[in-house]
């Protein structure tokens, strides 16, 4: 999903993360959303780390919604 | 008082350092010859706070949040960590920052893998997070926002961010994003785990606040940012700006105003204050200089670069200018300085711009001639090298143990920092495995040497002046002049020893 120049990205598992990697550098902003119950935050920070640290030229926020997506987003809707 | 957003750190943060910064490095090292209470009682002493808990000094970064959050008409203080417990049950959120949570950064991981012995910084802040009150805000629900140059340590240490239920990490220049957090925490909304500030989200200069109280032995920033961009370097990523003078002044009055009179200007590179890219120009240096010794008693400099030293010197002579400015109130100046490397094939590869604007190909004889100028100008440098890079071979390693031989004769220290890959930190106990031999066991030792050999004399000469306004440095001038004395019996003996080995072997 996009919302301006902000990617929204959805994370099930480490599968999508390969998927984020391909993303061409166009946002400005991007957010990962984790929506799978299973994950704990350290599962998030070990799935998601490498991205984190090669991806410096943007911001980068990783939520952990636990299906309240929408509270999210009220803002950029 | 109400305070919604508690913000502090553990108590190796949470110091002046008896008023002299330097001590604040050995924070980073586990105790060395004397118990860790005489230690900590060196490097990290409680700061006076008023009745709120509020300390009299605290560090920039924080001060910066509070400001930030102040501004924005958020009830946010630093609070120091004995006296959180007292907001424990009325807050709604604790922010912490640190330069080290975890020990990994340099030099705490150097003195790790040399000793085998983990540094009083991370048993500080692990003491702070394990601490009743924390323990009580835990168990009340408080969010926990993590920030600092340290914030991405927590990604190498991610069972901890479920321990101790961290609730979002900020990595970057927090000022902009930590309101949009603030105001999600106080309307009950959800708040991310992890934000990278990217450079969308990085405060302009307007943005920046001025700080609301004083800061640790009255440090300022007086630019963000580096155009050198070396390659080990985090700072690098960030946009480069200048604070306005007038901005910086009022800093420094905001320090006085609570009774400290020094100032540490802080930068990347001091003399590139108002630089054109990495080319200094005097007018911004010289004026910064007058506005800010008109006012405190005496100034430091975090750091500088030994390029700029050299051009500024020989194009201009605006270290002596700068220095002549400065002697009116103080004998000397104390500063940190990146050799990094002796090699010029690494210093061509990895800071190809360090040497700017000279040839990376001259490297080591910029080194030579900035301590040079340094020595003439009684600016003692602390300066660092980094060993371990990728691609680094044993000639590059030799390269640097001539470069250091040829500093001898300069009032300086000198420290190896080991370069150490993160992947290491998947294993825990990768600083046990760590192997020190060869040249790089060499470089080490004449480090040592250098050191020990110069720094008594700057601690008795230079750097710890006693005065009856702060008795503790009678007390830390004998201890540490003990200790080092102590530390040169012990490395002259180990040294005997093993050249003994070698002679025999």
């Known amino acids: ?77 | 008082m109400k305070i919604d957003f508690i913000i502090t750190t553990d108590r190796s943060m949470m110091t002046n350092h008896h008023g002299y910064e330097f001590l604040g490095f050995m924070t980073t090292s586990p105790p060395i010859g004397i118990p860790e209470s005489v230690w900590n009682w060196i490097s990290m002493p409680r700061p006076k706070v008023d009745e709120y808990g509020r300390p009299v000094e605290a560090p920039y970064g924080l001060r910066k949040i509070e400001a930030s959050l102040q501004d924005a008409g958020y009830d946010a203080y630093v609070i120091d960590p004995d006296y959180i417990d007292r907001y424990i049950d009325s807050s709604k959120a604790i922010l912490i920052g640190h330069h080290d949570y975890f020990a990994l950064g340099p030099p705490s991981s150097e003195w790790w893998i040399i000793t085998g012995r983990e540094p009083v910084n991370s048993k500080s802040f692990r003491r702070f997070m394990n601490s009743k009150a924390m323990v009580k805000a835990r168990e009340n629900g408080l969010k926990f926002i993590i920030g600092g140059p340290a914030a991405w340590q927590w990604l190498w240490r991610p069972e901890l961010i479920d321990l101790w239920k961290i609730d979002t990490i900020i990595d970057g220049e927090a000022e902009k994003v930590i309101i949009d957090i603030a105001d999600r925490i106080l309307n009950n909304e959800p708040i991310p785990l992890y934000i990278y500030v990217g450079v969308d989200n990085v405060p302009s200069i307007d943005e920046i606040p001025i700080i609301k109280h004083a800061s640790v032995n009255g440090l300022v920033e007086i630019m963000r940012g580096c155009p050198r961009k070396c390659r080990f370097c985090s700072v690098m990523l960030r946009p480069l700006r200048y604070i306005p003078i007038e901005k910086i002044i009022k800093e420094i009055e905001v320090n006085l105003a609570y009774g400290v009179n020094g100032a540490i200007l802080h930068s990347e590179d001091v003399f590139l204050y108002g630089a054109d890219g990495v080319i200094p120009r005097p007018e911004p240096i010289l004026k910064l200089h007058k506005e800010v010794m008109e006012r405190v008693d005496s100034i430091a400099w975090s750091h500088v670069s030994l390029a700029a030293i050299k051009y500024s010197e020989e194009k201009y002579r605006l270290v002596s200018k700068v220095m002549d400015i400065i002697y009116d109130k103080q004998d000397y100046i104390g500063v940190e300085v990146g050799i990094e490397t002796g090699s010029r094939k690494l210093a061509k590869k990895i800071m190809p711009a360090k040497a700017a604007p000279y040839n990376p190909d001259l490297w080591p004889d910029i080194v030579i001639d900035a301590f040079r100028i340094m020595s003439e100008n009684n600016i003692i440098p602390a300066s660092t090298l980094i060993v371990g890079l990728p691609g680094e071979d044993e000639e590059d390693i030799i390269e640097t143990i001539e470069l250091v031989e040829r500093l001898r004769e300069y009032p300086s220290l000198i420290v190896p920092m080991y370069f150490v890959p993160m992947g290491y930190f998947k294993d825990r106990s990768w600083y046990l495995k760590e192997k020190i031999e060869g040249p790089l066991r060499e470089l080490g030792e004449i480090c040592l040497k250098h050191d020990l050999y110069w720094a008594e004399k700057i601690l008795t000469k230079y750097y710890i002046k006693t005065s009856l306004k702060n008795p503790s440095s009678y007390i830390l001038k004998i201890l540490l002049r003990l200790l080092l004395r102590m530390y040169r019996t012990i490395i002259s003996v180990k040294t005997e020893a093993h050249e003994e080995i070698h002679v025999y072997a």
């Not at chain 1, 993303?23 to 070990?46: C, G, H, L, M, T």
Request: hydrophobic share 35%; glycine share 4%; net charge positive.
């Open chain 1, 1 to 77: 999903m996009e919302y301006g120049s902000k990617l929204v990205f959805h994370v099930k598992g480490p599968d999508d993360v390969c998927k984020l990697k391909s993303f061409q550098i166009k946002y400005r902003a991007i957010d990962i959303i984790i929506d799978n119950p299973r994950f704990s935050k350290r599962d998030v920070i070990e799935m998601l780390r490498d991205y984190v640290l090669t991806n410096h030229f943007r911001t980068i926020k990783i939520w952990v919604v636990r299906g309240d997506e929408d509270r999210l987003y009220n803002n950029y809707r």
